[in-house]
């Protein structure tokens, strides 16, 4: 399986390795290229056609690895939140059970504030 998969490998890269001779022997003429502030300069098509594709590929991956190291931090940080609310999860179980009725009594009520109903009433009422 392995020779297989090297023999696949290196017809792969005779392949692009004849087609990229093909394209540049299509594409040898000399193109012009003026860039503001310079003198213009002399290079064959397929070079040109290259250099931008190779910068629209660099251009794209600096962009990809900063959308990466994005989403690198936005994860770090829910790691961090889920961590920290796991720790007071446990921090709360271990907490001591009261035995003391006088917490689960009703709060007292302040003078002059009126406390609020046991249960809530309809609509219609």
Known sequence: MQVVRRLLGVALFVAVLLLGWNFAAEHSSAVTIQ??????????????????????????????????????????????????????????????????????AEPAVAEGVSPSPKRALGRGA
């Open 35 to 104: 860039l503001p502030f310079t003198t213009g300069f002399d290079v064959t098509l397929w070079a040109a056609l290259l250099a931008v594709f190779g910068m629209g590929v660099a251009l794209t991956g600096s962009v990809a690895m900063l959308r990466a190291t994005r989403q690198g931090l936005v994860a770090h940080r829910y790691r961090k939140m889920i961590r920290d609310l796991e720790a007071e999860i446990h921090q709360l179980r271990n907490l001591p059970l009261a035995d003391d009725v006088s917490v689960h």
